[in-house]
């Protein structure tokens, strides 16, 4: 498996923006498809976006579609969620995953490896 290391939550404005990281080790992770997932209090853990290993396909929960962006760089094993237009309902533990099947997967049983999660607060 993967290890997987994530940085870059904190607290932040309603509307402001946080660029979270993940960070692998001892694997590439252009083998596997990346995926960020979040869980808030009191829910389950839901999908938030995932990327395929090349990087050229991407999908994203509705809810934001047109405010994060997903994105990795293979050569310094690491995938990115960029997150703009930060609503309160944005706070939660974000997750980064690993999963070796060939396609995006939006499912959380179908990821391999988890970080640790990173904690990100949007205020109002």
């Known amino acids: 498996q993967v290890r997987l290391v994530e940085s870059g939550g904190g607290l932040v404005q309603a509307g402001g923006s946080l660029r979270l990281s993940c960070v692998a080790s001892?694997?590439?992770?252009?083998?596997?498809?990346m995926g960020w997932f979040r869980q808030s209090p009191g829910k389950e853990r839901e999908f938030v976006a995932a990327?395929?290993?090349?990087?050229?396909?991407?999908s994203y929960w509705d809810s934001v579609k047109g405010r994060f962006t997903i994105s990795r760089d293979n050569a310094k094993n690491t995938a990115f969620l960029q997150m703009n237009s930060l609503k309160p309902e944005d706070t939660a533990v974000y997750y980064c995953?690993?999963?070796?099947?060939?396609?995006?997967?939006?499912?959380?049983?179908?990821?391999?490896?988890w970080g640790q999660g990173t904690q990100v607060t949007v205020s109002s």
């Open positions: 995953a690993a999963s070796a099947r060939v396609n995006l997967r939006k499912s959380i049983n179908e990821y391999d490896s």
């Open positions: 990327i395929n290993r090349g990087g050229g396909g991407t």
């Open positions: 001892g694997r590439t992770i252009s083998n596997y498809v």
